[in-house]
C-alpha cells in the first residue's frame, strides 16, 4: 500500500489550499482516513477525519474553515483549506487504515507529508 500527499505550498494569510492523498495497492476494506499536521518540536496533531460511512471530525482550530472529502472511486481522500492562518503551518499527513483479507483489525498506513507554509 503507498500513501502519496500533494498540494502542499506557500500561500499568504487568508488563502486557500486543496491537500490530495491517492491511496494505491491492494486490501479488503477501507476504514477511516485522517488528516494529521505536525510542526518541528512539536507533536503530531490530529487536524480532521473521514469515517467509512463519512462522518467527519475537525479539531476545534480548523472548524469552519477546512474540509475533508473523499472519492470512494479514485481511493483519494481531499483536505480543502481556506482562510489560512500562519498558524496553520505545518507538514500535513494523510494516514489511511486499511484491512486486509481475514485481518482482525485495520491497519494505518502513512503518507511522507506535504508542507503548508502560510505567510503573513
Known amino acids: 500500500v503507498q500513501v502519496v500527499e500533494s498540494g502542499g505550498d506557500s500561500v499568504q494569510a487568508g488563502g486557500s489550499l486543496q491537500l490530495s492523498c491517492v491511496i494505491s495497492?491492494?486490501?479488503?476494506?477501507?476504514?477511516?482516513m485522517f488528516w494529521y499536521r505536525q510542526v518541528p518540536g512539536k507533536e503530531y496533531e490530529l487536524v480532521s477525519k473521514?469515517?467509512?460511512?463519512?462522518?467527519?471530525t475537525y479539531t476545534t482550530s480548523v472548524k469552519g474553515r477546512f474540509t475533508i472529502s473523499q472519492d470512494n472511486a479514485k481511493n483519494t481522500v481531499h483536505l480543502q483549506m481556506t482562510s489560512l492562518k500562519t498558524e496553520d503551518t505545518a507538514v500535513y499527513y494523510c494516514?489511511?487504515?486499511?484491512?486486509?483479507?481475514?485481518?482482525?483489525?485495520?491497519?494505518?498506513?502513512w503518507g511522507q507529508g506535504t508542507q503548508v507554509t502560510v505567510s503573513s
Open positions: 494516514a489511511a487504515e486499511l484491512k486486509q483479507y481475514k485481518a482482525p483489525v485495520c491497519h494505518r498506513h
Open positions: 495497492g491492494t486490501w479488503d476494506t477501507k476504514c477511516d
Open positions: 473521514i469515517s467509512k460511512n463519512g462522518e467527519t
